[in-house]
């Protein structure tokens, strides 16, 4: 026991004496609540709430595909939701349609919009922007609804044969996501998790580091 009080007071006198204890003490609670805190507040800004599908809808598909999804999204759990404005574009007009559409989620009239086209049919692939793209239940509800508007249509279109449903029911749409802001676009919305798993890698390192440190003196 003498041993264990020598080590921890031998310890405690040379982390006094350093500069970075000072440092750590002014420094370590600001840095550690920020760790805790700043995660939270990006959280409840984005969480999914009752006007998620406030968003529009540009479908240059000539299916029909974006009036099916956004009626799959107004159903929602409750059947309460507001429907998607849906705007049916040609393919030469899909550029003006989304830079309206930017204006209107930097106004703060609409969420984001979604983009339908070719690719939605051929490849599974679409494309959200708008200022929620943090908000995971959000993204999830839309990817969802376009997943399933886009295999219903596949199977009718090839009445649906049991073979060819399933080829259909084992695709995966890939939506991706950016981030649009009063200021304009602000990236990937997957910036969230990369933060995360930043201060996971720095909290790891501090420690693994803190350890050596005190293994040393103890040796």
């Known amino acids: 026991m003498g041993k264990l009080f020598a080590v921890i007071r031998r310890e405690y006198v040379e982390r006094v004496r350093s500069r970075w204890f000072i440092i750590a003490t002014l420094f370590g609670p600001i840095f550690f609540g920020s760790i805790m805190f700043v995660p939270a507040l990006i959280s ?7 006007n998620g599908t406030n968003i529009v809808i540009v479908d240059a598909t000539g ?9 799959r999204l107004a159903g929602g ?24 559409a930017t204006q209107q989620v930097m106004r703060g009239d609409v969420k984001g919009y979604l983009l339908l086209d070719s690719l ?15 908000a995971i239940f959000d993204m999830q509800r839309v990817e969802r609804a376009v997943q399933r508007e886009v295999t219903g249509l596949a199977l009718e279109r090839n009445g ?20 649009l802001t009063k200021a304009g676009r602000g990236g ?32």
């Open 120 to 134: 939605t049919l051929t490849a599974a692939k679409a494309r959200y922007a708008g200022s929620n793209t943090t």
């Open 160 to 179: 649906i044969d049991p073979e060819v449903a399933k080829q259909v029911l084992s695709r995966n749409v890939n939506v991706t996501t950016e981030r």
């Open 63 to 71: 299916a029909g595909l974006g009036d099916r999804v956004s009626a």
């Open 44 to 50: 409840s800004r984005d969480k999914a709430s009752a």
């Open 77 to 100: 759990v409750d059947g309460g939701a507001t429907a998607p404005t849906v705007r049916n574009v040609t393919a030469d007009a899909v550029v003006q349609a989304e830079s309206l």
């Open 188 to 219: 990937s919305g997957q910036l969230s998790f990369i933060f995360g798993a930043a201060v996971a890698f720095v909290l790891y390192m501090t420690i693994f580091i803190y350890g050596l440190n005190v293994l040393r003196g103890v040796l």
